[in-house]
Structures are given as structure tokens and as C-alpha cells.
Nanobody
Framework: QVQLEESGGGLVQAGGSLRLTCAAS????????MGWFRQAPGKEREFVAA????????FYADSVKGRFTISRDNAKNTVYLQKNSLEPKDTAVYYC????????????????WGQGTQVTVSS
């Protein structure tokens, strides 16, 4: 399995931007579909975005479409989540995850998870 570590979270005002980074260990990073999920207090973990192995195909939750952009750099074993026009409802712990399957929004399809990074959006 691949080990994942997120960074880039923090406190931002509504309307602001953040870029999350997920660094992966191992030489097989390019074999994985990568996804971002988030979990707010008292809520279930929900899908945010996913990107296929080559980076040529992406998939977004309706709630973030047009505001968030997922990308990856296989040479650097890294996946990014650029978040613009942030809203208080985007406040959550954000998790990076890896799947050997194709692009999917299903939590259980992802077998490797990072520890998460907190994002707080103030109004």
C-alpha cells in the first residue's frame, strides 16, 4: 500500500483560497486513483474529488464543482486540491486517499488514507 500525508490546511476567511497537498511514499503512486474526501464534525465522510492514474480525468462532488481543482504530479508522488471561493460549509478535516480501482466517489473503494488536515473557513 501507499502511505499518504496531507498538508496545507488552516484557517481562511470566506471567499479565500487554500491549496492542499498530499505526498505519497512508494514507487507505485502512478498506479493509484487518488481522491480527496472531507469530514465535518458529526457528519459522515464525504467525497470531494478524484483523479485517475494519468491525471487526464477528474471527478467532483456537485458541492465543489467549479470551485475546487484536483491535480497530480506523478514525478513528485503528489496530489493537490486547489480550493477557491471557500465557504464556511467547506470547514472539515480533509483526507487524501488512494484506490487501485478507477475514478470513484465511493469511500470503501479507497484502501489507503492519510491522517487528514483541518480546514476552517470563517464567515
Amino acid at each position: 500500500q501507499v502511505q499518504l500525508e496531507e498538508s496545507g490546511g488552516g484557517l481562511v476567511q470566506a471567499g479565500g483560497s487554500l491549496r492542499l497537498t498530499c505526498a505519497a511514499s512508494g514507487r507505485t503512486f502512478s498506479m493509484y486513483t487518488m481522491g480527496w474526501f472531507r469530514q465535518a464534525p458529526g457528519k459522515e465522510r464525504e467525497f470531494v474529488a478524484a483523479i485517475n492514474r494519468s491525471g487526464g480525468s477528474t471527478f467532483y462532488a456537485d458541492s465543489v464543482k467549479g470551485r475546487f481543482t484536483i491535480s497530480r504530479d506523478n514525478a513528485k508522488n503528489t496530489v493537490y486540491l486547489q480550493k477557491n471561493s471557500l465557504e464556511p460549509k467547506d470547514t472539515a478535516v480533509y483526507y487524501c486517499a488512494a484506490s487501485i480501482l478507477g475514478v470513484t466517489d465511493t469511500v470503501h473503494a479507497y484502501s489507503s488514507w492519510g491522517q487528514g488536515t483541518q480546514v476552517t473557513v470563517s464567515s
